[in-house]
């Protein structure tokens, strides 16, 4: 699964659980500015886990990541599972 797939699965998850306008929601979007807090990163983390049916290892992110470098991680981390 590519980036750009990722990151639309991410926007999805950011929609039905917080209900963010997915025009905001670009690869720069950074998560502080939305309003999402590391709780809400890990909730995140766990519905792409059940819908990707992997278990995400290494989730090391940058302060205040953006949308895009999340995805960049859990990219990462299914290319590490392969």
């Not at 500015?33 to 992110?61: C, N, P, Q, R, Y």
Request: aromatic share 2%; charged share 20%; no cysteine.
């Amino acid at each position: 699964m590519d980036n750009a797939a990722i990151l639309t699965k991410i926007q999805s998850s950011l929609h039905d659980r917080f209900g963010l306008d997915v025009a905001q929601l670009g690869d720069g979007a950074r998560l502080g500015d939305l309003g999402v807090d590391s709780l809400h990163v890990l909730e995140i983390m766990l519905d792409l886990e059940a819908e990707l049916g992997t278990k995400l290892v290494d989730l090391s992110f940058p302060p205040n990541p953006s949308l895009g470098e999340v995805a960049a991680v859990i990219s990462r981390n299914l290319a590490g599972s392969a």
